[in-house]
């Protein structure tokens, strides 16, 4: 089976590189995949996309070094099985508020005995290789988010189901459920302690930690500090900075 890019970044002790994708747009996919991440996440969540356009995307993702993760927009079995068959590597899961949760989450990304998973995986054997069925529950990624005060509450268990490779903030959602607003780099003391309690929860189960940051630098700064999944900003925002600050440049100098 195809290795996961993710995973042999972990085995070498790594911090990956996620690229997320807010743009439902397969040429984009594929310019993404070439930057040199270790991963590419088209967000079904709050992306501009759908499923059948994320099939376009990850057969683009496809063609790139980059492993495709999908983040689904919540704990439904069906669109967790229909993002693996067809081809995501990784999956991540919003909104996951206690080990219940967790448990199904992890339950409907992997086949019987260990889960509940139906046997179809269409392009997932394109991509993944013949022997898919045999290696997939090792080799797929799967991250919860923390990201509501009942998920923070409950991490502990959390990172304690079996199967759950790790957990992944969502520091707007969990800023915002603290009664602090959105915090894409936070810096509330109440907010901070959140983040490090889930961390401190993942590494002592011997779980991975994840972040959305909003730019390179900060992510940088989160994988000093132990999270080892790093997402530096989405496709949207990077795209929205680059535009205006070409336009600006563009204006400079220019007579009133």
């Known amino acids: 089976m195809r290795p996961n890019k993710v995973r042999e970044c972990w085995e070498r002790g790594g911090a990956a590189v996620s690229a997320w994708l807010s743009i439902g747009n397969s040429y984009s996919a594929e310019m993404i995949g070439w930057s040199g991440v270790d991963c590419v996440t088209v967000d079904l969540q709050h992306g501009m996309t759908d499923v059948q356009t994320m099939i376009g995307m990850l057969q683009a993702i496809s063609a790139t070094p980059a ?73 797929i990624v799967r991250l919860a988010m923390i990201e509501t005060v009942a998920g923070l509450e409950a991490v502990e268990e959390i990172v304690s189901v079996d199967g759950l490779d790790g957990i992944f903030i969502g520091p707007n959602d969990l800023g915002l459920t603290l009664g602090k607003g959105t915090a894409g780099d936070p810096t509330d003391a109440t907010v901070l302690a959140a983040i490090a309690r889930c961390r401190d929860a993942a590494q002592g189960q011997k779980k991975h930690i994840g972040m959305f940051c909003p730019s390179g630098a900060v992510a940088a700064r989160w994988s000093a500090q132990g999270f080892d999944f790093v997402v530096p900003n989405s496709d949207a925002n990077h795209l929205k900075a680059a535009t205006a600050a070409e336009v600006r440049a563009a204006r400079e100098g220019r007579l009133p």
């Open 67 to 139: 492993t495709p993760f999908v983040r689904v927009p919540d704990c439904d079995p069906a669109l967790l099985m229909k993002a693996l068959d067809a081809g995501a590597y990784g999956v991540i899961c919003p909104m996951i508020n206690d080990a219940v949760q967790a448990r199904e989450f992890v339950a409907a990304t992997r086949y019987p005995p260990h889960g509940d998973r139906s046997f179809g995986p269409s392009r997932g054997l394109l991509y993944g290789g013949p022997d898919y069925f045999e290696h997939a529950d090792r080799t």
